[in-house]
T-cell receptor, first 111, second 115 residues
Framework: GDSVTQMEGPVTLSEEAFLTINCTYT??????LFWYVQYPGEGLQLLLK?????DKGSNKGFEATYRKETTSFHLEKGSVQVSDSAVYFC??????????FGPGTSLSVIP | SAVISQKPSRDICQRGTSLTIQCQVD?????MFWYRQQPGQSLTLIAT?????????ESGFVIDKFPISRPNLTFSTLTVSNMSPEDSSIYLC????????????FGPGTRLTVL
């Protein structure tokens, strides 16, 4: 069945470091791909999305490119800030409109 | 975007009781879903709330334990029945807004603790 795999956390980075959170997926057809973020004590927010192969989603300095050949959607940011500390979820939307989430990656950015 | 509200925002309940969670959206919605997020875990889809008919449940979830209603397009309830401590979780509703392609927007969640 459809599934999402993410790199295990927690990830701890110093401020201004480069961030990569790996995400790979298994799906039939052509799913849409998402990154959601959950800040401490808050609800889930959509961070960025990509709906077809080679699309690049971007928001708040974060980017991810839909790579069909490697079934990946890695999240990157060139220079993280303390305010980026959160849990990041990779997700895919199936052809049946169901969203399947990865296990989440906790990021802590230290000054 | 839209405003998605959930009530209650949190509750502490006794074992064996039931709690009904409400989800209200201020915009037209095409689809509504209910998720569970157990402590330190990812989100798991419980069911798709269908307007005017029985919800569609995912494997491992049953109507007797999680009855769902959706009397109109913008409102749904999830009941957690005969609760046990294992039901302690955050319960979230999510919606796909009319006019959007495939984005799901999430409510703020209901944090449930069962003693």
């Amino acid at each position: 069945g459809d599934s999402v795999t993410q790199m295990e956390g927690p990830v701890t980075l110093s401020e201004e470091a480069f961030l990569t959170i790996n995400c790979t997926y298994t799906a039939t057809g052509y799913p849409s791909l998402f990154w959601y973020v959950q800040y401490p004590g808050e609800g889930l927010q959509l961070l960025l999305k990509a709906t077809k192969a080679d699309d690049k989603g971007s928001n708040k300095g974060f980017e991810a490119t839909y790579r069909k050949e490697t079934t990946s959607f890695h999240l990157e940011k060139g220079s993280v800030q303390v305010s980026d500390s959160a849990v990041y979820f990779c997700a895919l939307k199936t052809s049946y409109d169901k969203v399947i989430f990865g296990p989440g990656t906790s990021l802590s950015v230290i000054p | 975007s839209a405003v998605i509200s959930q009530k209650p925002s949190r509750d502490i309940c006794q074992r064996g009781t039931s709690l009904t969670i409400q989800c209200q959206v201020d915009s037209q919605v095409t689809m509504m879903f209910w998720y569970r997020q157990q402590p330190g875990q990812s989100l798991t889809l419980i069911a798709t709330a269908n307007q005017g008919s029985e919800a569609t449940y995912e494997s491992g979830f049953v109507i007797d334990k999680f009855p769902i209603s959706r009397p109109n397009l913008t409102f749904s309830t999830l009941t957690v029945s005969n609760m046990s401590p294992e039901d302690s979780s955050i319960y979230l509703c999510s919606v796909v807004l009319a006019g959007t392609y495939n984005e799901q927007f999430f409510g703020p969640g209901t944090r449930l603790t069962v003693l």
